[in-house]
Protein backbone atom coordinates (compact mmCIF):
# COMPACT_ATOMS: atom_id res chain seq x y z
CA UNK A 1 0.00 0.00 0.00
CA UNK A 2 2.92 2.17 0.58
CA UNK A 3 4.25 2.03 -2.57
CA UNK A 4 0.98 2.80 -4.45
CA UNK A 5 0.36 5.87 -2.36
CA UNK A 6 4.00 7.03 -3.35
CA UNK A 7 3.15 7.56 -6.95
CA UNK A 8 -0.29 8.37 -6.69
CA UNK A 9 0.34 11.45 -4.88
CA UNK A 10 3.02 12.78 -7.01
CA UNK A 11 0.91 11.57 -10.09
CA UNK A 12 -2.50 13.60 -8.72
CA UNK A 13 -0.50 16.64 -7.61
CA UNK A 14 1.06 16.75 -11.60
CA UNK A 15 -2.53 16.27 -13.06
CA UNK A 16 -3.32 18.83 -11.25
CA UNK A 17 -1.03 21.45 -11.82
CA UNK A 18 -1.71 20.41 -15.09
CA UNK A 19 -5.62 21.06 -14.88
CA UNK A 20 -4.63 24.29 -13.56
CA UNK A 21 -1.96 24.94 -16.33
CA UNK A 22 -4.72 24.49 -18.62
CA UNK A 23 -8.01 26.54 -17.10
CA UNK A 24 -5.27 29.48 -16.13
CA UNK A 25 -4.50 29.56 -20.26
CA UNK A 26 -8.40 28.50 -21.12
CA UNK A 27 -9.63 31.57 -19.62
CA UNK A 28 -7.21 33.95 -19.73
CA UNK A 29 -8.83 37.61 -20.76
CA UNK A 30 -8.11 40.92 -22.61
CA UNK A 31 -8.99 43.83 -20.29
CA UNK A 32 -10.15 46.91 -21.97
CA UNK A 33 -11.76 50.18 -20.28
CA UNK A 34 -14.62 50.15 -22.76
CA UNK A 35 -17.16 47.21 -24.25
CA UNK A 36 -15.66 47.37 -27.23
CA UNK A 37 -11.62 49.42 -28.38
CA UNK A 38 -9.76 49.39 -31.27
CA UNK A 39 -6.12 47.91 -31.69
CA UNK A 40 -3.89 49.78 -34.40
CA UNK A 41 -0.95 48.06 -35.40
CA UNK A 42 1.17 49.98 -38.15
CA UNK A 43 2.93 48.20 -41.24
CA UNK A 44 6.17 46.55 -40.46
CA UNK A 45 5.30 46.20 -36.65
CA UNK A 46 8.04 43.22 -35.33
CA UNK A 47 6.83 40.32 -34.13
CA UNK A 48 8.84 41.14 -30.75
CA UNK A 49 7.26 44.36 -30.35
CA UNK A 50 3.39 43.22 -30.63
CA UNK A 51 2.64 42.42 -27.03
CA UNK A 52 4.13 45.94 -26.09
CA UNK A 53 2.17 47.38 -28.72
CA UNK A 54 -0.88 46.16 -27.02
CA UNK A 55 0.01 47.22 -23.98
CA UNK A 56 0.98 50.79 -24.92
CA UNK A 57 -2.91 50.97 -26.09
CA UNK A 58 -4.37 50.63 -22.67
CA UNK A 59 -5.37 46.96 -23.37
CA UNK A 60 -4.09 44.80 -20.45
CA UNK A 61 -3.46 40.75 -21.79
CA UNK A 62 -1.40 38.40 -19.92
CA UNK A 63 2.00 38.18 -22.18
CA UNK A 64 2.49 34.33 -21.08
CA UNK A 65 -0.91 33.29 -22.58
CA UNK A 66 -0.25 35.51 -25.83
CA UNK A 67 3.25 33.77 -26.62
CA UNK A 68 1.47 30.52 -25.70
CA UNK A 69 -1.40 30.83 -28.07
CA UNK A 70 0.92 32.45 -30.56
CA UNK A 71 2.85 28.90 -30.77
CA UNK A 72 -0.36 27.23 -30.70
CA UNK A 73 -1.93 29.16 -33.62
CA UNK A 74 1.12 29.75 -35.84
CA UNK A 75 0.66 33.62 -35.45
CA UNK A 76 4.26 34.15 -36.56
CA UNK A 77 3.94 36.84 -39.55
CA UNK A 78 2.43 40.45 -38.28
CA UNK A 79 -0.64 41.77 -40.39
CA UNK A 80 -1.17 45.39 -39.93
CA UNK A 81 -4.93 46.87 -39.13
CA UNK A 82 -7.15 48.30 -37.04
CA UNK A 83 -8.67 44.74 -34.77
CA UNK A 84 -11.61 45.47 -32.92
CA UNK A 85 -11.64 44.29 -28.75
CA UNK A 86 -14.39 43.00 -27.15
CA UNK A 87 -14.57 43.60 -23.09
CA UNK A 88 -13.61 39.90 -21.94
CA UNK A 89 -12.54 38.68 -25.21
CA UNK A 90 -10.33 35.77 -24.58
CA UNK A 91 -6.68 35.74 -25.26
CA UNK A 92 -6.80 32.70 -27.56
CA UNK A 93 -9.85 34.64 -30.15
CA UNK A 94 -7.21 37.89 -29.98
CA UNK A 95 -4.38 35.59 -31.11
CA UNK A 96 -6.54 33.70 -33.93
CA UNK A 97 -7.57 37.57 -34.89
CA UNK A 98 -4.09 38.94 -35.27
CA UNK A 99 -2.56 35.85 -36.75
CA UNK A 100 -5.21 35.76 -39.62
CA UNK A 101 -5.46 39.64 -40.61
CA UNK A 102 -8.85 39.76 -39.44
CA UNK A 103 -9.44 43.51 -38.93
CA UNK A 104 -12.45 46.13 -39.09
CA UNK A 105 -13.05 48.52 -41.49
CA UNK A 106 -13.36 51.91 -40.78
CA UNK A 107 -15.63 54.70 -41.68
CA UNK A 108 -13.64 57.83 -43.75
CA UNK A 109 -15.52 60.75 -43.92
CA UNK A 110 -14.14 62.96 -46.79
CA UNK A 111 -15.11 66.89 -46.22
CA UNK A 112 -14.08 69.89 -48.23
CA UNK A 113 -10.15 70.89 -48.00
CA UNK A 114 -8.45 73.43 -49.95
CA UNK A 115 -5.41 72.32 -50.55
CA UNK A 116 -3.90 68.59 -51.19
CA UNK A 117 -1.48 69.37 -48.71
CA UNK A 118 -3.92 69.96 -46.21
CA UNK A 119 -6.02 67.00 -47.60
CA UNK A 120 -3.42 64.53 -47.16
CA UNK A 121 -2.47 65.99 -43.63
CA UNK A 122 -6.19 65.02 -43.26
CA UNK A 123 -6.13 61.71 -44.15
CA UNK A 124 -2.63 60.96 -42.21
CA UNK A 125 -5.10 61.87 -39.12
CA UNK A 126 -7.35 59.15 -39.78
CA UNK A 127 -5.47 56.10 -41.91
CA UNK A 128 -2.19 54.30 -41.24
CA UNK A 129 -0.35 56.23 -44.37
CA UNK A 130 1.39 59.13 -44.01
CA UNK A 131 1.02 62.80 -45.15
CA UNK A 132 4.34 62.31 -47.19
CA UNK A 133 3.16 59.04 -48.66
CA UNK A 134 -0.47 60.06 -49.66
CA UNK A 135 1.69 63.01 -51.58
CA UNK A 136 4.41 61.46 -53.15
CA UNK A 137 1.35 59.55 -54.84
CA UNK A 138 -0.72 63.02 -55.46
CA UNK A 139 2.78 64.75 -56.93
CA UNK A 140 3.67 61.88 -59.58
CA UNK A 141 2.24 62.39 -62.73
CA UNK A 142 3.39 59.40 -64.27
CA UNK A 143 1.24 57.51 -61.35
CA UNK A 144 -1.98 60.10 -61.88
CA UNK A 145 -2.34 59.53 -65.72
CA UNK A 146 -4.13 56.35 -65.16
CA UNK A 147 -7.35 58.58 -63.78
CA UNK A 148 -6.88 60.75 -66.33
CA UNK A 149 -5.36 63.98 -63.49
CA UNK A 150 -2.56 65.28 -62.71
CA UNK A 151 -0.58 66.66 -59.77
CA UNK A 152 -2.51 70.17 -60.26
CA UNK A 153 -6.11 68.48 -60.99
CA UNK A 154 -5.66 65.55 -58.58
CA UNK A 155 -7.69 66.90 -55.95
CA UNK A 156 -10.71 66.73 -58.11
CA UNK A 157 -10.90 62.83 -57.71
CA UNK A 158 -12.13 62.92 -54.10
CA UNK A 159 -15.67 63.25 -53.94
CA UNK A 160 -16.97 64.18 -50.07
CA UNK A 161 -18.76 61.34 -48.72
CA UNK A 162 -18.17 58.38 -46.09
CA UNK A 163 -16.19 55.42 -47.21
CA UNK A 164 -15.81 52.28 -45.75
CA UNK A 165 -11.68 51.17 -46.18
CA UNK A 166 -9.33 49.51 -44.34
CA UNK A 167 -7.37 51.66 -41.86
CA UNK A 168 -4.00 50.21 -43.34
CA UNK A 169 -4.77 51.04 -47.08
CA UNK A 170 -1.32 52.26 -48.84
CA UNK A 171 -1.29 55.39 -50.43
CA UNK A 172 -1.62 53.66 -53.77
CA UNK A 173 -4.85 51.89 -52.76
CA UNK A 174 -6.00 54.66 -51.49
CA UNK A 175 -6.21 56.52 -54.30
CA UNK A 176 -7.44 53.61 -56.80
CA UNK A 177 -10.45 53.41 -54.46
CA UNK A 178 -11.03 56.96 -54.72
CA UNK A 179 -10.74 56.81 -58.66
CA UNK A 180 -13.41 54.52 -58.74
CA UNK A 181 -15.62 55.88 -56.19
CA UNK A 182 -15.37 59.00 -58.65
CA UNK A 183 -16.28 56.58 -61.18
CA UNK A 184 -19.60 55.66 -59.63
CA UNK A 185 -20.60 59.28 -58.71
CA UNK A 186 -20.08 60.64 -62.05
CA UNK A 187 -22.04 57.86 -63.57
CA UNK A 188 -25.48 58.84 -62.20
CA UNK A 189 -24.29 61.94 -63.66
CA UNK A 190 -23.40 61.49 -66.98
CA UNK A 191 -26.20 63.17 -68.50
CA UNK A 192 -26.46 66.33 -66.88
CA UNK A 193 -22.60 66.44 -67.67
CA UNK A 194 -23.50 66.03 -71.58
CA UNK A 195 -26.34 68.50 -70.78
CA UNK A 196 -24.41 71.37 -69.55
CA UNK A 197 -21.76 70.92 -71.77
CA UNK A 198 -18.67 70.89 -69.26
CA UNK A 199 -16.15 68.10 -68.17
CA UNK A 200 -15.49 66.67 -64.76
CA UNK A 201 -12.72 68.85 -63.70
CA UNK A 202 -14.47 71.86 -65.19
CA UNK A 203 -17.74 71.24 -63.02
CA UNK A 204 -15.48 70.41 -59.95
CA UNK A 205 -13.50 73.46 -60.66
CA UNK A 206 -16.78 76.03 -60.83
CA UNK A 207 -18.20 73.86 -57.66
CA UNK A 208 -15.47 75.02 -55.55
CA UNK A 209 -16.14 78.62 -56.00
CA UNK A 210 -19.14 78.34 -55.35
CA UNK A 211 -18.72 76.13 -52.05
CA UNK A 212 -16.26 79.38 -51.43
CA UNK A 213 -19.22 81.77 -52.16
CA UNK A 214 -22.10 80.56 -50.07
CA UNK A 215 -22.83 78.22 -47.13
CA UNK A 216 -27.13 78.48 -48.66
CA UNK A 217 -27.57 75.50 -50.17
CA UNK A 218 -30.60 77.22 -52.06
CA UNK A 219 -28.58 80.37 -52.92
CA UNK A 220 -25.78 77.35 -54.63
CA UNK A 221 -27.84 76.92 -58.24
CA UNK A 222 -27.87 80.86 -58.51
CA UNK A 223 -24.07 81.44 -57.90
CA UNK A 224 -23.24 79.07 -60.34
CA UNK A 225 -25.40 80.56 -62.70
CA UNK A 226 -23.65 83.59 -62.19
CA UNK A 227 -20.55 82.20 -62.78
CA UNK A 228 -21.27 80.33 -65.65
CA UNK A 229 -23.24 83.18 -67.58
CA UNK A 230 -20.02 85.08 -67.23
CA UNK A 231 -17.99 82.08 -68.69
CA UNK A 232 -20.35 82.24 -72.10
CA UNK A 233 -20.49 85.60 -71.98
CA UNK A 234 -16.10 85.86 -72.04
CA UNK A 235 -16.12 87.78 -69.12
CA UNK A 236 -13.22 86.95 -66.55
CA UNK A 237 -14.84 85.40 -63.41
CA UNK A 238 -13.36 87.72 -60.50
CA UNK A 239 -14.09 85.54 -57.99
CA UNK A 240 -13.02 86.79 -54.56
CA UNK A 241 -12.66 83.18 -52.97
CA UNK A 242 -10.11 82.45 -55.96
CA UNK A 243 -7.75 85.91 -54.97
CA UNK A 244 -7.55 84.08 -51.20
CA UNK A 245 -6.31 80.50 -52.74
CA UNK A 246 -3.73 82.41 -55.08
CA UNK A 247 -2.63 84.23 -52.26
CA UNK A 248 -2.62 81.37 -49.68
CA UNK A 249 -4.07 83.05 -47.27
CA UNK A 250 -7.45 81.58 -46.16
CA UNK A 251 -8.42 83.64 -43.28
CA UNK A 252 -8.65 86.65 -45.14
CA UNK A 253 -12.03 88.53 -44.21
CA UNK A 254 -11.98 91.15 -47.20
CA UNK A 255 -10.52 91.13 -51.02
CA UNK A 256 -8.92 94.94 -51.35
CA UNK A 257 -7.62 96.56 -54.24
CA UNK A 258 -4.14 95.81 -53.80
CA UNK A 259 -5.09 91.79 -53.23
CA UNK A 260 -6.35 91.71 -57.13
CA UNK A 261 -2.93 92.02 -58.53
CA UNK A 262 -1.33 88.90 -57.49
CA UNK A 263 0.11 86.96 -59.92
CA UNK A 264 -1.44 83.49 -60.43
CA UNK A 265 -3.04 80.68 -62.81
CA UNK A 266 -5.76 81.02 -60.33
CA UNK A 267 -6.38 84.50 -60.09
CA UNK A 268 -9.70 85.21 -61.95
CA UNK A 269 -9.37 89.15 -61.40
CA UNK A 270 -6.47 88.93 -63.79
CA UNK A 271 -7.24 85.75 -66.19
CA UNK A 272 -10.23 84.45 -68.30
CA UNK A 273 -11.86 81.58 -67.96
CA UNK A 274 -11.75 78.88 -65.38
CA UNK A 275 -8.70 78.03 -62.73
CA UNK A 276 -6.12 75.45 -63.53
CA UNK A 277 -8.50 73.11 -60.81
CA UNK A 278 -10.45 73.54 -57.88
CA UNK A 279 -9.52 75.89 -55.14
CA UNK A 280 -11.01 73.08 -52.54
CA UNK A 281 -13.04 69.72 -52.27
CA UNK A 282 -16.31 71.38 -52.92
CA UNK A 283 -19.87 69.30 -51.15
CA UNK A 284 -21.85 67.41 -53.13
CA UNK A 285 -24.70 69.77 -52.95
CA UNK A 286 -22.06 72.31 -54.57
CA UNK A 287 -21.49 70.19 -57.54
CA UNK A 288 -24.76 69.13 -57.84
CA UNK A 289 -25.52 72.80 -58.35
CA UNK A 290 -23.73 73.64 -61.12
CA UNK A 291 -24.82 70.66 -62.87
CA UNK A 292 -28.69 72.11 -62.32
CA UNK A 293 -27.80 75.53 -62.57
CA UNK A 294 -30.30 77.93 -62.09
CA UNK A 295 -31.41 79.22 -66.06
CA UNK A 296 -31.57 83.26 -65.29
CA UNK A 297 -29.28 86.21 -66.98
CA UNK A 298 -27.57 87.56 -63.84
CA UNK A 299 -24.16 88.66 -64.05
CA UNK A 300 -23.38 90.04 -60.27
CA UNK A 301 -24.23 89.31 -56.97
CA UNK A 302 -22.94 90.69 -54.26
CA UNK A 303 -23.54 89.66 -49.76
CA UNK A 304 -26.78 91.17 -47.88
CA UNK A 305 -25.84 94.29 -45.86
CA UNK A 306 -28.31 92.35 -43.29
CA UNK A 307 -25.37 89.65 -42.94
CA UNK A 308 -27.90 86.59 -43.07
CA UNK A 309 -25.31 84.84 -45.68
CA UNK A 310 -27.76 85.07 -48.55
CA UNK A 311 -26.68 87.53 -51.40
CA UNK A 312 -28.09 90.02 -53.80
CA UNK A 313 -28.30 89.15 -57.57
CA UNK A 314 -28.63 91.15 -61.01
CA UNK A 315 -27.51 91.52 -64.58
CA UNK A 316 -27.58 95.83 -63.60
CA UNK A 317 -23.99 96.37 -63.50
CA UNK A 318 -25.52 100.08 -61.70
CA UNK A 319 -27.60 97.67 -59.48
CA UNK A 320 -24.84 96.12 -58.67
CA UNK A 321 -23.21 98.67 -57.76
CA UNK A 322 -25.77 100.05 -55.27
CA UNK A 323 -25.83 96.59 -53.54
CA UNK A 324 -22.03 96.70 -52.90
CA UNK A 325 -22.47 100.22 -51.80
CA UNK A 326 -24.93 99.44 -48.83
CA UNK A 327 -22.95 96.16 -47.78
CA UNK A 328 -19.90 97.77 -47.62
CA UNK A 329 -21.13 100.81 -45.52
CA UNK A 330 -22.96 98.37 -43.09
CA UNK A 331 -19.40 96.39 -42.89
CA UNK A 332 -17.70 99.81 -42.07
CA UNK A 333 -19.93 100.49 -39.91
CA UNK A 334 -19.57 96.50 -38.00
CA UNK A 335 -15.80 97.04 -38.06
CA UNK A 336 -16.03 100.47 -36.48
CA UNK A 337 -17.93 98.68 -33.30
Sequence with gaps: MKKK????????????AFIIFVVYFLTAKVDVLDEKVYLFIYPNTPKSEIVKTIESQNIIINSVAFKVYSMVFKYNKVYSGRYEIEKGMSVAKLVKRLSRGHQSPIKLIIGKSRTKEIFAQTIEKELALTKKELLAKMNNNKFLEEFGVDSVSVISLFIPNTYELYWNIS????????HKEQEKFWMKREDKLKEIG?????VMTIASIVEEETNQNAEKPIVAAVYINRLKKGMRLQADPTVKFAIGDFTIKRIIGSM?????PYNTYQNTGLPPSPICIPSISSIDAVLNYAKNDFIFFCAREDFSGYHNFTADVQEHYSNARKYHKALNQLEMQ
Design 198 to 202: YNKLE
Design 171 to 178: AEEFIRKM
Design 5 to 16: SSWVIPTLAIIS
Design 260 to 264: LGVKS
